[in-house]
């Protein structure tokens, strides 16, 4: 999640990012309208959080703005004390939320997550999550899937690695919907749950008579893939005899039935993916090394869950929606305290583990909102993220005036350069903090 808070006053500017922060929330800081409205012009955003009464362009000036330009973007206004009428008409022009200041850090929060949530859940019923959209949100995960999105019109060979459970079937089948065959079949092959012995036949297919049994012709999966994908899922599986042969199957790009005669093209774009690190099984000449270069054209290397915890809530609503439909349930939001938790837990099983642990939630929720107890919370768990300070805004800003007059033993300008404020400013907060 991208949020930007917008006020004059850098303290609060900077107080914000430092809370966000430690929520793993990335977080920019603009001091008026006219540089948000740059800065929202370069940058993609999720939430604004902006002042209302800002020196130049104001935050119902830049609401306006925002609505004119059709940009989907909550904003949650700041108020101080006594400028209610004037929140409460922000409302009317469509802002979100607003909140008086001061205010508790947690309650800023809260605030931001239900706004990222709303815009989370109007969104995902806009696209109607059509099956070749990728929901991912984390930087890293963006770039990969530009990455897939590049490699996808091409008829390159594709390798998709990760942990279990992180995705690779669905980038599989997000590659493919991008593709010149998106309009073929995508056929999907387990390597690992296939008898070695039936693994040739149904790749290949027979000709009648190939062997004892093989009353009637049988077309393989690399036929039954033409003009679409044939994904080869575990493909670190692959017995060693037949990995010589596929090797000269990709080589030649023909294929024959067994006990056929006849070099039969393939016409399928082939996607393979795997959880064993091939490296390592090509030291151990598990894998054969040529067969490795020729899968791992174009890699895609899936990150684990744990290591994009932005993309955790967006993750969850969307498996809330299909597993609504799935279980009959009618979970519509989630606690911030479910999400805290859930951004908190390592998920050594990735997405498929956060599916499990909702699809319980789903069983043992009565309402619409998931709440902690849902959880059916698996064994220990660390938490990753500082917990923060509680505190309002206020206390966090007395804490670091005082910080700032002590390193500088006192001297009032070194100190309110130091927070980026005028020595009027640090001033008055002196008097008004009674820190003298
Ligand atoms: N970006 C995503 N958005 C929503 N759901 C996802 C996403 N990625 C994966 N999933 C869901 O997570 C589950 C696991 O995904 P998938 O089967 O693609 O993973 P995998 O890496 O192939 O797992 P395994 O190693 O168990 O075969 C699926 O139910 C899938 O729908
Ligand atoms: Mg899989």
């Not at 995902?124 to 984390?138: A, F, G, P, R, V």
């Not at 024959?256 to 393979?272: E, F, H, K, Q, W």
């Not at 479910?338 to 319980?360: M, Q, T, V």
């Not at 043992?364 to 917990?387: A, I, M, W």
Request: with cysteine.
């Amino acid at each position: 999640m991208n949020v930007l808070v917008v006020d004059d006053e850098k303290n609060i500017r900077e107080i914000m990012i430092k809370v966000l922060k430690l929520e793993n929330i990335n977080c920019a800081g603009a001091e008026n309208g006219l540089s948000a409205q740059r800065m929202l012009q370069e940058k993609s955003f999720d939430i604004v959080v902006s002042d209302l009464k800002m020196p130049g362009m104001s935050g119902q000036e830049l609401l306006e703005w925002i609505g004119k330009e059709g940009l989907n973007i909550p904003v949650i206004m700041m108020s101080a004390f006594g400028q209610a009428e004037d929140a409460v008409r922000a409302l009317k022009q469509g802002a979100f939320d607003y909140i008086v200041k001061p205010f508790a850090p947690e309650e800023m929060l809260h605030r931001i997550r239900t706004a990222y949530k709303s815009k989370m859940m109007e969104l995902q019923l806009d696209e109607k999550l059509k099956d070749d959209s990728y929901i991912t949100h984390s930087p890293g995960m963006l770039k990969l899937k530009e990455r897939m999105l590049r490699v996808a019109p091409t008829p390159s060979m594709v390798l998709i690695t990760g942990e279990s459970g992180s995705g690779k079937e669905v980038s599989a089948r997000f590659i493919h919907k991008n593709s010149q065959v998106s309009n073929g079949p995508f056929i999907s092959i387990n390597i690992g749950g296939i008898p070695e012995n039936l693994l040739e036949s149904e790749l290949f297919g027979y000709e009648k008579g190939a062997f004892t049994g093989a009353e009637k012709r049988k077309i393989g999966l690399f036929e039954t893939a033409a003009g679409g994908t044939l994904f080869l899922d575990e493909i670190g599986e692959m017995p060693s005899s037949l990995q010589v042969k596929l090797l000269r199957v990709f080589q030649d790009k023909t294929i024959r039935r067994l006990g056929g005669i006849s070099d039969i093209p393939i016409n399928a774009r082939i996607i393979s993916a795997t959880n064993k690190n091939l490296e390592e099984e090509v030291k151990k000449q598990t894998f054969r090394e040529d067969l490795f270069y020729r899968l791992n054209v174009a890699r895609i290397e899936l990150m684990p869950l744990r290591e994009r915890k932005e993309d955790i809530l967006a993750i969850s609503i969307s498996l809330l929606k299909k597993l609504n439909k799935k279980m009959g349930s009618n979970i519509r939001t989630i606690s911030d305290q479910a999400i805290e938790w859930l951004e908190s837990y390592d998920f050594p099983g990735n997405i498929r583990e956060l599916e499990n642990i909702l699809e319980r939630a789903c069983i043992f929720s009565g309402g619409t909102e998931f709440v902690l107890k849902d959880l059916d919370l698996p064994g220990n768990f660390n938490r990753s993220v500082d917990k923060i300070e509680r505190g309002t805004i206020q206390e966090m800003e007395v804490k670091m005036t005082k910080k700032a007059l002590h390193k500088w033993e006192g001297n009032r300008t070194k100190a309110a350069k130091e927070l980026g404020i005028s020595r009027r400013t640090i001033l008055n907060k002196i008097k008004e903090f009674n820190l003298e």
